[in-house]
C-alpha cells in the first residue's frame, strides 16, 4: 500500500510537464448538435458513474496534489446530480478550483445549487450572437436563453465566466470583434479557439478551419498587458484596457501547445485518458465498484494515475531544435517583453 510520504509532490511525464488538472467528462448526452463537436474524442455512449462513484477518483486524484477541476460533457447540466458532482469533488477532491463547460442552456435553472456546491468559475460556448447563426451551428434557437443564463450567472456572483468561441471561416469568423465587445459590456472573458480535427471536426476542418493569426497581431496592439498561460498549453492571454482577458487556444500548427499540457481526462464511465488525441483508455470503474474498503480502492486507483501519468505524450512534439523555453522567449519578442508575463503554477 501507498502512504502519504510515498507521493510525489508535483506529478511530472517523461516529457517533464506536470500532472495539474482532471477534466471530467460526466456525461456525453447533449441536447445541442454542434457541427464541430468533437464529444471529448468518445464515439460510443457510456455509462455514466454515480457521484458516490466519482468520490473515489476525486481522493486519489487529491492524494497526488492534483486539485483542479473541470467538469464537462457532452453538456454537463443533464446530469441531475450535478451540483452533487461538484460537492464530491470539492470535499473529497480537494478542490483549489472547480470550473464547467457548459452550452449554457439550463445554466440559469442550476447556478445557484452550483455555486453553494463549491463551483468558481463557468465556460459558456456562444458561437455567435445572431440567431440564425447560433442555431445554425448548434442545431438550436437558443442564443436568448443561453445571454440569458449568462447574465443570470453574473446576478448570482460566480467569481469568473468565460465565453468559449470557436472560429469557422465563413460562418462566424466576422463576428470575433462582437464577442468581445459583448464580454466588455459584462465584464466577462473570452476564449477564442480555433477549429480542432477531432471527432465532427474532423470532416469540417477542412472547409472551415479560421486562422487565428491575424486577430492575434490586433489583439497584441489593443493589449495593456499580454500573459503566457505556461501550466495550461502555453496559451497567450490578451488583457484589454476594460479588463477583460481574451485567452486563445490554436492547437493546430502550434508546436509548443501540447508542451504545455497539464490534464488528464476522466470520461463518463471512469475511464482515464492522457491526452484528448489519444485512444487509450484505462479503465477504473471495476475497481470503484469493487466490495472493498474505500482506501484499498482509492489506492489501487493512485497506482493507475501514475501509470497514465507515465502514458501521457504530446500529440505534436515541439521541435528539436529548440526547447519549450526558447519557444517561450520567441513569444516575449513578438510581443513586447515591456508587458508579456508567464504564468506559472
Known sequence: MLFMRDYPTVLIDRYGRQLLNARFVITLRCNFRCIF?????????????????????????AKLNIRKYKITGGEPLLRDDVAKIVEVLSIYGEAED????????????????????????????????????????????ALEKVVSGIKEALNHGIGKIKINF????????????????????????????ELHPVGRGKDLFN????????????????????????????????????????????????????AGCSRIRVSPAGNLM??????????????IKKDVERGEKVDEITKIVLKVNNLRKPYTLWPIKGDVEHEYLNLIKLYGRAKTFRLVP
Open 166 to 193: 470557436v472560429a469557422l471561416r465563413g460562418i462566424n469568423e466576422d463576428e470575433v470583434w462582437d464577442i468581445i465587445k459583448f464580454a466588455e459590456g459584462l465584464g466577462i472573458h473570452v476564449q477564442l479557439i
Open 98 to 141: 472547480i470550473s464547467m463547460t457548459s452550452n449554457g442552456f439550463y445554466l440559469k435553472e442550476h447556478i445557484s445549487k452550483l455555486l453553494d456546491a463549491g463551483l468558481n468559475r463557468v465556460n459558456v460556448s456562444l458561437h455567435s450572437m445572431k440567431p440564425e447563426r447560433f442555431e445554425f451551428i448548434t442545431g438550436v434557437n
Open 274 to 287: 492522457p491526452c484528448l488525441n489519444s485512444d487509450l483508455r484505462i479503465p477504473t470503474a471495476d475497481i
Open 37 to 61: 463537436c468533437h464529444r471529448e474524442n468518445s464515439q460510443e455512449r457510456e455509462a455514466e458513474l454515480s457521484s458516490d462513484e466519482l468520490s473515489v477518483l476525486a481522493e486519489a486524484f
Open 207 to 258: 472547409d472551415y478551419y479560421a486562422s487565428l493569426s491575424n486577430v492575434l497581431k490586433y489583439l497584441h496592439e489593443k493589449a495593456s498587458k499580454v500573459m503566457v498561460r505556461g501550466e495550461l498549453h502555453n496559451r497567450p492571454i490578451y488583457v484589454l484596457p476594460s479588463g477583460t482577458s481574451v485567452e486563445v487556444v490554436r492547437p493546430v500548427l502550434n508546436s509548443i501547445f501540447c
